[in-house]
């Protein structure tokens, strides 16, 4: 301690004109001065922030990176603000099927594309219900906020809390045959898996690895205004979904095969699938559904049908059955 | 697997099926069904047939404009009724009637029908045999790669869905409320589809065939009439 600190201090004593009160004084007023120099210093750079994407790229220059390294990946303009660094949102689309590849690795992309589109002919011993993986990836895996390919390749190995541990992007592919194609999981290495691999690979060709891109799962809606209502949901489902999927909700069937999968019941998704939570499901109706008309229901809406979809009987979580 | 032709032609009661094994009771019920109400049906559908072939007092028959068979005329653009979805036809005849569809050849056709003869007339076109793929080769120009894409993939980057997703795999429709397209004359296509765009059509249920036909640019209609007048499925899934 500086002697004249001592000595004042000294002297403050023998006088009593010390309080502790004077340190509280010097915190406060720390704290005001650091303040005045901080928030203008974060409101220029938040300025900044907001400015850089949209000034950097003209809307109508969506095709090349602003660095030049990421072909077909730009930075989204007007993206709400990130949530973290890591966060960074592009956009990004997958090459047209016309250049699917030759030779054999053009063979698995071809396979992996037709049991995608196709699982019930392609991938028949894996599946225990209706569906196919289309159904809920629209477009043959490729449109965005129905949780493309593309989009999902990019982003594995990753943790994930269904299984508690860190899955490969094969690991990813199985628990949609187990859950939502209600079927068993093709063993790894399968020719399947192997193909499903590589359609995705080709689809997400220029995609940054681990970043994530614009369209990727289903949009998650805000939480609904009212709890999602299973009797409300029934008016829509009649409204809006029943011409299609059948008043039952079992699907409408063309020679043998869906041609609009059934919603629920035998040949539906199980209860372990991810569909089967609300919030997973209003997110892909109210973006996908009714076909051809996404987002043209309320988010209440969307939550109010999934609720209702939801509250009907479907195959057992395959892990509650002991085996 | 129900197929059009694993169907009797008029439908059995489920319970009456299920019933055959049950014995004696059963089998009474479906003679006396085969014998009255089969016998019923089967004079609506010949009623409509008559309809068709010979019209009636201030109606033009059906076969004039829409063929000896149902299968419409392409030069002039007037529909393929054979095949299409009975409730389709129904809901159609009610709304040209109706004035919900418009149609100055059609409205007072419809108009002069009554209720029944007009599900006797549905009736019989929806048991005539649909369009079939016939042995004509697959054209591949790119106007008809551009169809064929449209009707098979649809062009998502439009929010557009595949045609066929709604009409049915190979365009063949869907019952009850989804019809044929394939080996529909392209003038009437097109034109509906333009009506659609127009509003000047606007009797699809929800609002399901107008949200497609409001993103398609002309060319993109001008493909896919072209390509659903004869469709080939070669290159579907490879």
Known sequence: ?323 | MRTKAFNPPCLLPHSALKGLKGGLPAWIALIAWVGLGSGAVHADRLAGAALAQQGGPGMTACVACHGARGEGQAAAGFPRLAGQPKAYLLKQLQEFANGTRKNPQMEPIARALSAQQRGDVADHYASLPGWKAGAKAAASSPQSLAGSSLATRGNWNKEIPACFACHGPDGAGILPHFPALSGQPSAYTRAQLKAWQAGTRSNDPQGLMKAVADRMTDAEIDAVSLYLEHPSFSGRRE
């Open chain 1, 1 to 323: 301690m500086p002697n004249w600190f001592s000595k004042w201090l000294e002297n403050q004593k023998h006088t009593r004109a010390f309080h502790p009160s004077w340190i509280l004084l010097v915190v406060a007023t720390t704290i005001i001065i650091a303040g005045i120099v901080w928030i203008p210093a974060a409101l220029v750079s938040k300025a900044e922030y907001d400015r850089l994407p949209s000034a950097a790229l003209p809307a109508s220059e969506k095709t090349s990176a602003p660095t030049g390294e990421i072909p077909a990946a730009v930075e989204q303009p007007g993206f709400p603000a990130p949530t973290g660094p890591k966060t960074i949102r592009v956009d990004f689309s997958p090459p047209d099927v016309g250049d699917l590849p030759s030779g054999e690795f053009g063979e698995a992309v071809r396979l992996g594309r037709n049991i995608f589109n196709d699982t019930q002919t392609y991938a028949r011993a894996y599946v225990g219900n209706g569906l196919n993986c289309v159904n809920c990836h629209l477009d043959e895996g490729r449109k965005a906020n129905s949780a493309p390919l593309w989009a999902a390749y990019v982003m594995f190995p990753a943790y994930r809390e269904k299984n508690s541990r860190v899955n490969s992007y094969e690991d990813r592919l199985t628990g949609c045959f187990r859950f939502s194609m209600n079927g068993k999981v093709p063993p790894p290495g399968s020719k399947e898996l192997i193909a499903l691999m590589s359609y995705s690979y080709w689809l997400s060709k220029g995609a940054p690895v681990g970043v994530e891109l614009a369209g990727r799962g289903y949009p998650k809606l805000a939480e609904p205004q009212q709890p999602p209502d299973a009797a409300r949901g029934k008016k829509v489902f009649e409204a809006n979904c029943a011409i299609c999927h059948g008043a039952d909700g079992q699907g409408t069937q063309v020679s043998g095969r869906y041609a609009f999968p059934p919603l629920w019941g035998k040949d539906s998704f199980n209860a372990g699938a991810g569909m089967t939570q609300v919030h997973n499901a209003a997110a892909f109706i109210r973006a996908n559904m009714p076909l051809g008309q996404g987002n043209t229901l309320t988010e209440q809406e969307a939550w109010d049908v999934a609720k209702y979809m939801n509250s009907h009987g479907r195959p057992v979580d395959p892990r509650l059955v002991k085996s």
